[in-house]
């Protein structure tokens, strides 16, 4: 059964930086993808950030391109999101998603594409 625990959330002023990591166990594939969602309250989820493993492809939406950017570790089976120039709506809870069906039609792919997630880490950015 695949698991990503995310960590790395917190509280940060306006034009900060955090990372968050997620680490995922319990697969063997060797391409797969992985990516970052947000959510903020009454909101709905929405992506930010996607990786395809084996394609060294990434995706990063309009909204953070610039700011945020997608890495992953295949030796740690982590991924991270670094995160810059905070704003305050940049505020949400951050979740590490995961799909098996490896490929790049996953960039950018909307949160019903994917079939696991982490339970989320909060990001708070005060102005």
């Known amino acids: 059964q695949v698991q990503l625990v995310e960590s790395g959330g917190g509280s940060v002023q306006a034009g900060g930086s955090l990372t968050l990591s997620c680490a995922a166990s319990?697969?063997?594939?060797?391409?797969?993808?992985m990516g970052w969602f947000r959510q903020a309250p009454g909101k709905p989820r929405e992506g930010v950030a996607s990786?395809?493993?084996?394609?060294?492809?990434?995706y990063v939406a309009d909204s953070v391109k610039g700011r945020f950017t997608i890495s992953h570790d295949v030796g740690e089976n982590t991924l991270y999101l670094h995160m810059r120039t905070l704003k305050p709506e940049d505020t949400a809870m951050y979740y590490c998603?995961?799909?098996?069906?490896?490929?790049?039609?996953?960039?950018?792919?909307?949160?019903?594409?994917?079939?696991?997630w982490g339970q989320g880490t909060q990001v708070t950015v005060s102005s």
């Open positions: 998603a995961a799909t098996m069906n490896g490929g790049t039609w996953c960039l950018g792919a909307p949160s019903n594409s994917w079939n696991y």
């Open positions: 319990g697969y063997t594939y060797s391409s797969y993808c």
């Open positions: 990786i395809a493993t084996g394609y060294a492809s990434t």
